[in-house]
Nanobody
């Protein structure tokens, strides 16, 4: 199994910055895509940013130019640097990883427990 542990959430004023981190641990063969999703009050969970093991990234339009995702394959960590935060960014942020438990197995999706980000106006 794969365990994902997030850290770095908190309360920040609009225009401020936060950095989220996620570390993957457990017994797995490889992790392909890692990313961040969020779920705001009364909203569905949505993609924020993802990054492949090769460093290819994809961002939601709402965060382009403000958020940066990065990854350390050796440490199995993924980070999300969030700048110019807005009240609309308030949500629980979840780390996600697509991991294979064995070389011949299909990847499964794993989720962290979530970390709260609150942006005050």
């Amino acid at each position: 199994q794969v365990q994902l542990v997030e850290s770095g959430g908190g309360l920040v004023q609009a225009g401020g910055s936060l950095r989220l981190s996620c570390a993957a641990s457990g017994r797995f063969f490889s992790i392909s895509v890692m990313g961040w999703y969020r779920q705001g009050p009364g909203k569905q969970r949505e993609l924020v940013a993802i990054i492949t093991s090769g460093g290819i990234t994809n961002y939601a339009d709402s965060v382009k130019g403000r958020f940066t995702i990065s990854r350390d394959n050796a440490k199995n960590t993924v980070n999300l640097q969030m700048n110019s935060l807005k009240p609309d960014d308030t949500a629980v942020y979840y780390c996600n990883a697509n991991a294979k438990l064995g070389w011949a197995l299909s990847p499964d999706s794993y989720w962290g427990q979530g970390t709260q980000v609150t942006v005050s106006s």
